[in-house]
Structures are given as C-alpha cells and as structure tokens.
C-alpha cells in the first residue's frame, strides 16, 4: 500500500484519507497558488497505531474520565513507537520527487474528524515548522500523531462524545513559503464573520510567518474590504514588535524597530490580492472560505483553506414565519430542536455543503426566529459557473452528472426508508398505555421522538434540493428566453404536480359532493355550528362513512406546527367546516379542468426541450421532471412527519394524566408547557418537587398566551415595521402569476374559516395544507411568509389564482373589507382603499 500521496491523487481529495486540512489543500491545489506538497496518509497512522492498539484501551480504561493521565500514557506510547518500516522509504521518494528533501518544509497535522459539525479542532493538533531532512520530518511525523492524544484534544472529543479510538490522523508534509520580517503572512475571511457582515471581506496581517496570527498571541493589523469593487475600507493598524521567521532547521522570533513594527503589513494593493484570493478560494469550494496566506518574494500563496461554519446570529422571522407562523410551546420546539439541526447537517453533507456549528432555529418568547445571517451564508449555493451559458452547461456536464446523481437517488432512497418509518409509527399507535409506569411512559415518548429524528434525517434536503432544481431550471430558462417569458414558461411547467395535498384536496371536494347529496346535513351544516353537527353524523350514514374514513387516512394532519394543538382526528369540526365552503362552489369538472392544465404543460414542455440543443434535451427534460417530483416528494414528507404528532399526543396526555394525580399539573396538557430538561429530569429518577414543575407550567404557560395575543417582532431586538411605498403599495415575492382586485379578509386560524366570504382576497400569515378549502373561495392569496415553494404559493398555482408571499406585516397593514389589487407574477400589492 502506498502511505504517501501526492495533491494531485485523486485520492488525496477524501477526508478519510487526507484529513480536513489535506484534503482541503488537494482540492485547492488545482486552481490555486499552493505550495506543492504530499500527504501521509491516515493508513499509515492506523498501520502505526495497531501494534499499540492493545496497550492503548489499557491505558484509557485505567486513566477513565482523567484525561491528563490518559493522555500522558498514550503519548509516551505513540513517542516511543518506530514508523512502518516501509513509511520512511515511501516519504523521502515523495519528498525527493518533488524537490522537499533539501529545502525547508511544514509538517501539519490533518486530523479526520476537522469538518463534524461544531467539531473543528481548530490549532488543537501541532504543526512543525522550518524542518529539513528526511530524519527530522520522520520525528514531526511522529509528534504530530502524538498530538491526536494532547490531553486538550482529549478532552474536545470527549465533551463531543467522539470516540478516541475512532480518530486518526494524516500528516501534510509541504514547502515552506519562507516569509521574511519585512513580508507578511495571515488569515482572511471572504465574509466577515466578527461583525457577521456578509458584504465584506475580513483580513488580519502580521510580518514573519502567519503562524503569530493563527494563534492569536500577537498583535495583528486588521482589515476590512468590500466584496466587490476596489475601495479600501477600513484598517486598523497595530504595534508588531516581533515576528516569526525560519531560524536553522526551525522558527524564531525577531525583534522589529520601532518604525518597522509600526508599519502596516500590507499595503493598499496587497489587501485587495489577499482579499481577491479569500473570494477565488470561495469561488473554487462554492463557500465563504477561512484562509491562510503568506506573500514571499513578491508572490501570494494560499496555505489553507476551510469552510466558515461559524457567524453571529441574526434572528428574524424572514425564514422562521411560514415553517412557525405561530407561539410554541417549550416541550414541543425541545422535542424538535435537535432533530431538525441533525437533519440540517445531515442535508448540507449529502448536498456538498460543510456543517453548520451553530444554530439555525431558536425560540425567544415562545415565536421562533431563524438565523438569517445563516440563510445567507447557505443560500444560493447552486454551482452557476456550471451553468452561466450553454458553452458552460456543455463543459460542465460530466461533473453535474457525477456531482448530484444523489439527487435522482434521494427520492428512491427515501420512498424505501419510509416503510420503516410507518410500521414504526404503527407499533407505537398500538402499544397500551394504562399499564405503564411514568418513566415507561416518558421512554415511550423519547422512543417516538427518537424514531422521528431518525426519520427526519433526509427531509431538509429534501426542501434544499427542491430549491435548488427551481433555481436551476429557471436559469437555464433565461438562457434561452426574454426575462418575462422564461418567468411564464417556468410558472407553466410547475404549474400542475400530482401532490398528497392536492390528492387529498380531491377527496374532500368528492366529500362536499357527497354533502349536497344530503340536504338535510347540508342544512344542518349551514345553521349551525360543525361541532355540533358531528354529534348527528349517524342519522347519515353514507356521509358519516365517508367521513370516518377519510379521517382514518387523514385524521394526523395538523392544525399547527405545534404538536399542543389538535390533529384532524381530535378537531373533524375544523374538516367538516372545510367541506362546507367546498360545498358552496358549484359542481364544476375538476377533473376536466385537471386534465386541460396537464395537456397545457405537456405543450410548454415540449416546446422548450424541442428548441433545447441535443446534447442538453436531456439534462433540461430531468431537471423539469425532477423540479416536479421535489415539490411533490416536499409535500409528502410533510404530511408523513405529522403521523408523529397522534402518537406523541397520546403519550404526552397519559404522561401529564399522571402528574396531574401527583399535583404536579393543573391539566393533562399542561405538560407542553415544561421544558424538555426539567420534564426529563423528574421522569428519570431525579428528584424534582411537584410544586416546582407545576409554577413552571403555569408560568410558561402565561408566556405563551401573552404571545399568542400579540405580533412578534420582525427583527429581534428591533422594533420597525415593514415600510409602505408612497403610492400605497406593498412588496412581496412573487407566488402564482396573475392579477386580481378585491376585497381583503383576514384569516388568524382556522376558527375564522366559517367566516370567510366567496370571493374575498386571503390574508394571512402562512397557509398549511388545513387551510386549502379557503383557496377554493378566495380569488387571491397573500400571506407574510413564504415564497414561491411554500404551500401557499404551490396550491394558488395549481388553482390558477394569484398569489403574493413574504409581505411583511401584511395582517397589520391590511384590514379585513379593504379593497386591494394583487399581482403575483411581480410580488406587488396595491391598497385601493383605506
């Protein structure tokens, strides 16, 4: 076996083999200015470590949880070990061939656990400097190994919960870029993640070898540049009294004169290449990149390059509002919080993208807010240089077939997994609860949620994915047609896709038929309220049928993200009403109308991939079927995650039922209202008194209904409003194309539903597929959130009404009976009347 690659093996690119930095350095290699190198790989650290595999368990099982003493065993073993006999001879070949032997190198440290999400080791493991000779990189090789068990590395791993002897590490053995006192070296940002400013590039300078800024023990110039242009921003210069140079077969640090040491370390020109290079780096991985640098002789190197993951939080409603258009409650968004960030990282690992160390979602008074400075830094990560012109799309193709064929795999993959996850769910549904105790009803709990996240893992992809494949389609539609019409044709392709919703939607429209057939309910219906009407369900009994069974399929739908809030099964009221503003349209043919569409889009479609050039029909024809298939696969693992939601209810209730009797609760589901760790705590044997988790109930549970009577704050922390043109209009996205006037109503949940009127324009903040009878009697939709992928935004495109989304404070800037004038395909609203 061959221990030692070159950055140009095309097995140098795999983190397991490579480690984070090796790798990442090989990819870079191709279109950057990177020293040449070679990388011992992690096969030579395992072949290493198995004569000592045994004295190192015995080692870590007798030092336990002391990882200082652990440590100090390990290394003294890993020190005192020889190299693979064949290491030594495979390295100096290496080095030899490229012309390493003689000069002066860098012998860093590549661990393969660098890129897990909140999990950088970043300078945990060492790095030697200014080595020469084959002897003194064999004992930096060895050191750096030692390194893996540094007691700080140890302990890293072990709050992680990552296994020491999972670990391994590769070495990068490269040339010295041999900056001088009078030239510079440092790190660079191509966004700026101190201040979380997305629009500038981030630079800190120091003269010698960067490795003074690396570790942040030195004084260092800094800068800031904007993205685009050439100004020259801001800088902010220090006194550098020393810097680090090559001394020998090693480092030193020398002492600068005064007027030296006060200089900056970059001139004006030099900012803008260390700053061009941060954004090629950027440019080249398809992510804002964490660089290190160094200028020699007039050049610029880049000595390594890593994902920025890290970035202060912004919190908005922008992301947040549709997903969570309402208050939560605290044990739902826990239950949820850790599943939805595991899938998150998940997906961006499928997709190519690095993890994300921080957090997406957060709950402040009870409304979850998103990180948008973290959409940015994700969003709009389709490869474009890949598809800028037809030239590009024809060059880019064997990497577009070799680089998303998970896509086409995923929707396969995920449709087999999900029988798994029913019978699951079926097992659950069906244990007995009377008969367990409080802890085993917690355990069946945790084992629903478990069985979820499980579950769950693949779907943020999903909606990714779908994303993307829009983003994707509509540019390849610009390439070829005037804005305006590649916007009709891409709303005509994706205008009809056979979705759960739209299925189900059919089913209650047959109900509403069903309806008619039966005046007297009919009457009964109209007169009164559903509630009460579901009480002479049985005197009708084809209708009741019917009914039962569609709730049977359908019943775990849900009202509201919150799993505190009824499914259709536990509120048929919210469905009977429903089938009630059905009923008042006329008989029409939908199945007539559903089939004119389809034959419209066949049309569209065949037009475009005709005018496609050949060699392209392909790619075009699989992302249109895929763009469709992504909307249809979104919708329905939406609707299968809420199969979740019946179960969890039950064992939640039973579990509250119980601390009822104790005098913990006031009420069974009460129990939404305490905290994961405190609920968990008390149902896992720690004593915690009854009189505490009931006055944590009960003042959570005032939070959250404070919450619910008030807006939440767009902006967190900011108290502003979205801003009215002067000609009274209001901006949005763009939903589903066309224009029309009305009167607006006001829909808060789904209680307003009997109140709304035929014809009316729609406001709301989100729309979920509970709301979809609403659709059939408005002419006009306009919500606060959301975008052209939402429910919303989907369903009004498949009935053929307009729609604009993401209106900021649309429910306070618009009254019920105003009129408006709407046009989806521009995102715009225009209040005719006050």
Request: glycine share 8%; charged share 20%.
């Amino acid at each position: 076996m061959n221990l030692v690659i070159g950055f140009d093996d095309p097995r140098a690119d795999a983190i397991d083999t490579s480690g984070g930095k090796g790798a990442s350095l090989a990819r870079a290699a191709r279109e950057l200015p990177v020293p040449d190198g070679v990388i011992v790989s992690s096969d030579a650290y395992r072949r290493f470590m198995q004569p000592l595999a045994g004295a190192v368990s015995n080692a870590l099982a007798e030092c336990g949880d002391d990882a200082g003493a652990a440590a100090q065993r390990v290394r003294e073993l890993v020190l005192a070990a020889p190299l693979p006999g064949e290491l030594a001879p495979q390295l100096e070949a290496a080095m030899q061939a490229r012309g390493l032997l003689q000069s002066r190198v860098a012998v860093r440290s590549s661990g393969t656990l660098e890129d897990l999400p909140g999990a950088a080791f970043a300078g945990q493991h060492d790095t030697f400097l200014g080595l020469r000779g084959i002897d003194a990189v064999c004992d930096a090789l060895r050191r750096c190994y030692a390194s893996l068990w540094n007691p700080h590395v140890m302990l890293y791993r072990q709050r992680l919960g990552l296994d020491h002897t999972g670990a391994a590490m590769a070495v990068v053995v490269q040339a010295m870029v041999d900056v001088q006192a009078d030239e510079a070296a440092g790190v660079a940002f191509s966004i700026d993640p101190v201040r979380g400013d997305l629009s500038q590039v981030l630079v800190n300078a120091a003269f010698g070898l960067g490795e003074t800024v690396v570790a942040g023990e030195s004084p260092v110039d800094e800068y800031r540049l904007p993205r685009e242009g050439d100004a020259s921003g801001e800088e902010s210069v220090t006194i550098k009294p020393q810097a680090l140079v090559a001394d020998g077969d090693g480092v030193a640090a020398v002492t600068l004169d005064p007027a030296h040491a006060a200089r900056s370390a970059l001139d004006a020109a030099q900012r803008r290449d260390v700053a061009r290079l941060a954004l090629a780096a950027e440019h080249h991985f398809g992510f804002p990149q964490d660089i290190e640098w160094a200028f020699h002789d007039g050049r610029l190197f880049l000595l390594q390059s890593r994902p920025v993951t890290r970035i202060p939080a912004r919190w908005t409603r922008d992301e947040s509002a549709e997903r969570f258009p309402n208050p939560v409650t605290p044990l739902t968004w826990d239950l949820c919080e850790a599943g939805f960030h595991a899938s998150l990282n998940y997906s961006f690992r499928l997709m190519g993208l690095p993890p994300f160390g921080e957090k997406w979602f957060a709950m402040h008074d009870y409304n979850i807010y998103g990180n948008q400075n973290a959409v940015e830094l994700y969003s709009g990560r389709l490869p474009v240089g890949m598809l800028k012109d037809v030239d590009s799309i024809r060059a880019a193709l064997p990497q577009i077939a070799r680089q998303f064929a998970w896509v086409q795999e995923l929707p396969v993959t995920w449709m087999r997994d999900l029988d798994t996850y029913l019978i699951g769910i079926g097992a659950l549904a069906s244990e007995q609860l009377d008969d367990k105790s409080l802890p085993e009803l917690w355990d069946y709990v945790l084992r629903i949620n478990a069985l979820g996240a499980e579950y769950f893992l693949p779907n943020i992809a999903i909606s990714l994915t779908q994303r993307t494949l829009y983003a994707g389609l509509q540019q390849m539609l610009r390439l070829a047609l005037p804005a305006d019409r590649a916007q009709a044709v891409f709303d005509a392709l994706l205008a009809q896709t056979d979705t759960k919703t739209g299925q189900i939607n059919a089913e209650l429209w047959q109900l509403s038929r069903l309806l008619l057939r039966d005046p007297a309910l009919h009457d009964a219906l109209r007169g009164t309220d559903a509630r009460q009407v579901l009480d002479v369900l049985p005197a009708h009994a084809e209708f009741e049928q019917a009914f039962r069974t569609f709730l049977q399929r359908h019943g775990h739908r849900e009202l509201d993200f919150d799993a505190y809030q009824p499914t259709w099964c536990e509120a048929p009221h919210i469905v009977l009403e429903q089938i009630k503003l059905m009923a008042q349209r006329s008989d029409e043919d939908h199945a007539a109308q559903d089939n004119v569409r389809r034959m419209e889009q066949a049309g569209v479609e065949h037009a475009v991939l005709s005018q496609a050039p050949g060699e392209l029909r392909y790619l075009v024809q699989e992302v249109i079927r895929l763009a469709r298939a992504y909307t249809a696969l979104d919708d329905l693992e939406h609707y299968q995650t809420t199969r979740l939601t019946p179960p969890l209810r039950r064992g939640l209730r039973a579990v509250g039922e119980r601390l009822v009797a104790l005098g913990a609760l006031d009420a069974p589901m009460d129990v939404f209202f305490v905290p994961f760790e405190e609920l968990d705590a008390a149902l896992s044997g720690v004593e915690v008194p009854a009189g505490h988790i009931l006055e944590t109930a009960r003042r959570h549970k005032a939070g959250y209904e404070a919450a619910l009577a008030q807006a939440p704050q767009w902006n967190l922390g900011e108290d502003t409003v979205a801003p009215v043109e002067a000609d009274g209009v209001l901006r949005g996205l763009a939903g589903s194309p066309g224009t029309v006037e009305g009167e607006a109503f006001i829909v808060r949940s789904p209680e307003d539903f009997p109140k709304f009127p035929s014809g009316a324009i729609l406001v709301a903040r989100t729309t979920s597929p509970a709301w979809t009878a609403l659709f059939y009697q408005a002419t006009g939709v306009i919500t606060e959130s959301g975008g052209p992928l939402s429910h919303g935004a989907v369903t009004a495109r498949e009935l053929g009404i307009p729609a604009v989304m993401s209106v900021r404070d649309a429910m306070e800037r618009i009254a019920s009976g105003q009129r408006v004038r709407i046009d989806g395909r521009n995102g715009v609203i225009e209040l005719l009347t006050s």
